[in-house]
Structure formats: structure tokens, C-alpha cells
């Protein structure tokens, strides 16, 4: 008896000094996230007590986007920081990265993204300025992440990308997690995913260049087990599945809208089973009404389940901007965020990353009818190209497809509403797919940040093109076709005469020879 009490007193002591948590989802919250942690004592011989122990204190420690304070109070900065993610390396499964990813002053200038807030509004619109500052101007800030009270400094990202649509916009930082904890703590780390889904607590710093002092700027507490994006899950990853454990060819990003979730099940049938791709990560809009959140979490637990269960498909929610006084036309501020998460969750676990959107299907060219379609994980494994082996990522450039029936008569399937698509590409929708392990800036169209052959320090990331054909290229193999307005108005595109209108062979694809 006397053993389990001193056992009671050893266990609370270490979990108000230490920096892991246990989460079990059986269990109900009742603590907030300013609550302690459980120290690095947790994997000595006394793991399952202590564990036990703390599981009944919380269910779930997530980080919320939001607006945070650094420096001292004579020369406050504000950083909005959209998003933070626990991340492995695919490619050498020892080391454990921490992203935070944080949004300048140049995302919200006028006409694009403005705080709803009134007084901070009315400083934006009025003197032009914000309480942002510019990422020329953050660059010098030191800031450290803290798990106890062992540290590491953030690596500030170079984010200029051949994207206009994300240059200057986000900023990952990234903190070796693997130097401040031991490989044995990491590889414990690892072990505890499966049966307590743990959530590890990390202290965000900044280090006032005057005085040398720290302040918090905010403290984290993120799930280990899952790829967490926004402020809540949409769906579970099945337990024996933990996500560091997890291990694709290919990872493709896709966001869809409430009036696209039900025709998400075409996409991935095709895009899964036709065109190969093992693993697709969906983020969903959830800031409406109470009714449509619950249909859309009716609808991904249910239709999806299968794909879910079988590690196909992994989704998301993403983060509300209203719940941080955020307005942005066209929902860019959390589809960037979510595109910068979705990257780096899989470099943990892909080779590979493509990005597009739900009215884009991927289409070899020039297949023999009668030849087995080919994969396109393998394709890209297969790539050698003169100018670059170890590529950093390749653009396929778009199709825009049409014809069929009007919009009132529309089936609501692409490979029925859109049975041709015009005889030439564009690059004005074109895609891309990264190569994990040298892109550090996912985009709409293609990415930026990239780490040149042969070069391994971070500070060597650089801006490439498709366009010079080098590190990062085209490829003809691919045509991505582009079915404009699939979520919105159905089919009924009528393809330009001088486009040279030829037949569209999704269905063909789908369907296969038989």
C-alpha cells in the first residue's frame, strides 16, 4: 500500500515538472491546456503508472490558431501563427521535427485578408499598418522551442517560391526536436503512439535581443499520433495505424467546400485506385451552421469510413477564421495552412506530395486502350532527368475539360458531365507534386523553397520554376484535367473551337477495357 501512495506522489511531482501527456480518448476533459505535462520520466521502469495517471487528467491538448504576443511590453510584436505540427523525416525515421506556421503582414494588406475586429481593423484601413510585422523585419527575432526545460532555436524557412498566390504570405519555423530529446526519449516516443496517443507539450519562446531575456509567447500541446490541422479532428485515425508510424508512396492534398464533400468518394476512387496514389489527405471547411457541420461529419464518418479505416484517407478540419477575428476572401488563409501542414506531415510519411484541388483529375497521355494504365508513384520514381536527379518537385500543366450536359441536367459525376476536354494545356491551372524530402513551401500551383541538388543546409533553400527545367521541371506524360465548376454548376463548359475539342477519357479510365 505503501509503495502505490509513494508511487501517487512521484507520479503527480514528475507530472508538474515534466514535458509529456497522455491522451486517452475514453476519457473527459477537465482540465484546460494550461495544465502541466508529463515529464520524461514517464518512460522509465514506472511507464504504465504514470501514464495511467495521467490519462484521467485530460483527453485531448490541441494548439488553436491565433493571434500571439512576443517581446517585452515597451516593444510588443503580435504573430499570427496558423498552425504547428509534429513531424517525422521519411527518410531517416531517428529525427522529429516541430513546425509552426505564422502569417505576415503582407497576407493582410487591404482587399485581401483583414482582421474583423474593429479597432484593429480600423488601424489597418486608416494608417495602413498592423501590428504584424513584415517577415523581412521578423527574420532576426530569435525564438526558441522549449519541451522542460531543455531548448532548441527555431530555423526560419526561406519562403520565395515561384507562387504568387503563397510568397511572403506563411512562414514555417522548424525545430529539431531531436536535439533536444534523446533517441531514446524519441524512440519511446514512437512506442507510446499506438495505446496512449500522446500529446506533447512545447513552450514557444522569444528571446528579447536587448535584455536576453525569454518570454512565452505560447504554450502547444499537439497530438503525436495524428495529423492534427485546425482546431478540432474530423474524423480518427484507427488505432493500429499511428500516424509517424504510417508509410506511403504518395501523399496528394486536397481541400473541399460543404457542396464538394459528396462528390469527394469519386475522386479518390479514381484517383486511388486508377491512378495509384496510396494516401490522400482532405481538409474540410467546418465554419457553418451547426446542421451542416453535423451532416459533413455524418457524411466523412460514414461514406468514408472504409477509405479511413484502411489508412486511404486521412482528414481534417480546417481552422475557422472567424475564431480568430480573421476575415480572408476566398478562404486562401487557411488553405495555405493547411497546404503548409499537409507538406510536412508528409514528410514523415511520403516520398511524395502532390496538391490540387477536387475538380482536377490527373490523366496519363497517350495510353494504349488495351495497355495496363501505369502508376504514378512509380512513374515518379522512375524519372531521371539530365539536369537534376534529385529533383525538388515537377508541374503538369492543365486541360480544361467540357461539353456534355447543362447544368440543370447535370449527373454530378466529372467522367459523365464532361466527356471531352480541349486538345491544349495550359499552365495557368497547372499542379505540381513535390518531392518531400528538398520542397519546404507548398502552394496552389506550384511550390517554392527548394533544396538544390547536392546541398544539405537549410539556409541553401531557394526559389525554382518548372519553366527553367533544372531541380524542377515539367513533365508531358501527365495532363491534368481540369473540370472548372464541378462543385458549383455542374457540367456544360463549351471548349473553344480553335482549343480543338477531343475526347476526355476519365470514364475510359475509370471504367477500364473491359
Known amino acids: 500500500m505503501k509503495q502505490i501512495v509513494l508511487f501517487a506522489i512521484i507520479g503527480t511531482y514528475l507530472y508538474r515538472l515534466g514535458f509529456l501527456h497522455g491522451s486517452n480518448k475514453s476519457k473527459e476533459k477537465i482540465v484546460s491546456t494550461k495544465g502541466h505535462i508529463v515529464s520524461s520520466s514517464t518512460f522509465n521502469n514506472n511507464t504504465s503508472i504514470l501514464i495511467a495517471f495521467a490519462t484521467v487528467i485530460e483527453k485531448r491538448l490541441q494548439f488553436r490558431p491565433g493571434i500571439y504576443n512576443y517581446g517585452t511590453s515597451s516593444n510588443n510584436e503580435t504573430i499570427l501563427i496558423s498552425g504547428a505540427t509534429i513531424s517525422g523525416d521519411y527518410h531517416d525515421k531517428r529525427k522529429l521535427w516541430f513546425q509552426v506556421f505564422a502569417m505576415g503582414s503582407k497576407m493582410l494588406e487591404k482587399n485581401k485578408c483583414h482582421f474583423t475586429n474593429e479597432e484593429v481593423n480600423r488601424t489597418l484601413y486608416d494608417n495602413g499598418t498592423l501590428p504584424l510585422r513584415q517577415w523581412d523585419e521578423i527574420e532576426n527575432e530569435v525564438f526558441l522551442c522549449r519541451i522542460g526545460n531543455r531548448d532548441a532555436a527555431f530555423q526560419l524557412i526561406p519562403t520565395i517560391g515561384s507562387d504568387p498566390n503563397t510568397n511572403h504570405i506563411v512562414q ?22 499506438v495505446n496512449d496517443n500522446m500529446a506533447l507539450g512545447i513552450d514557444v519562446l522569444h528571446k528579447d535581443r536587448l535584455t536576453d531575456t525569454y518570454s512565452e509567447v505560447i504554450k502547444m500541446f499537439l497530438p503525436i499520433n495524428e495529423p492534427t490541422v485546425g482546431v ?48 490522400i489527405h482532405v481538409g474540410v471547411f467546418m465554419q457553418h451552421s451547426k446542421g451542416e457541420d453535423e451532416r459533413i ?32 476572401e ?4 487557411p488553405k495555405i495552412s493547411f497546404y503548409q501542414q499537409c507538406l510536412y506531415r508528409a514528410k514523415s510519411t511520403s516520398e511524395f506530395a502532390g496538391t490540387w484541388d477536387l475538380d482536377e483529375y490527373f490523366l ?12 504514378l508513384p512509380s512513374m515518379l520514381t522512375g524519372i531521371d532527368h539530365s539536369e537534376c536527379n534529385d529533383w525538388c518537385f515537377v508541374t503538369i ?59 544539405t543546409n537549410i539556409s541553401d533553400v531557394t526559389k525554382m520554376s518548372p519553366a527553367d527545367g533544372k531541380c524542377a521541371f515539367y513533365i508531358n506524360k501527365g495532363v491534368m484535367v481540369h473540370v472548372r465548376g464541378l462543385q458549383t454548376y455542374g457540367g456544360g463548359y463549351e471548349i473553344p473551337s480553335n482549343e480543338q475539342a477531343i475526347e476526355n477519357e476519365l470514364l475510359n479510365r475509370l471504367i477500364g477495357n473491359d
Open 297 to 328: 461529419l455524418h457524411i466523412v464518418n460514414s461514406l468514408y469510413k472504409y477509405d479511413i479505416d484502411a489508412g486511404i484517407l486521412t482528414v481534417s478540419a480546417l481552422w475557422n477564421e472567424d475564431s480568430i477575428g480573421i476575415d480572408c
Open 172 to 193: 514555417v519555423y522548424r525545430c529539431p526536436l531531436h536535439s533536444i530529446l534523446s533517441d531514446s526519449e524519441v524512440e519511446n516516443l514512437y512506442r507510446h503512439t
Open 397 to 455: 500543366k492543365s486541360s480544361i475539360a467540357g461539353g456534355g450536359l447543362p447544368q440543370e441536367e447535370s449527373i454530378g459525376l466529372a467522367v459523365l458531365d464532361f466527356p471531352q476536354r480541349a486538345n491544349v494545356t495550359n499552365n495557368q491551372w497547372q499542379k505540381s507534386i513535390s518531392r518531400t524530402k528538398n520542397v519546404f513551401l507548398n502552394s496552389f500551383h506550384t511550390p517554392g523553397s527548394c533544396l538544390p541538388e547536392v546541398k
Open 330 to 333: 476566398y478562404q486562401h488563409m
Open 364 to 375: 496519363f497521355k497517350d495510353i494504349d486502350r488495351n495497355a495496363q494504365q501505369p502508376k
Open 232 to 279: 478540432h479532428e474530423v474524423a480518427p485515425l484507427p488505432s493500429n495505424k499511428p500516424f509517424l508510424q504510417q508509410r506511403h508512396n504518395m501523399t496528394l492534398c486536397v481541400v473541399v467546400h460543404v457542396n464538394g464533400i459528396t462528390q469527394l468518394n469519386e475522386f479518390i476512387r479514381y484517383h486511388h485506385d486508377v491512378v495509384g496514389i496510396d494516401h
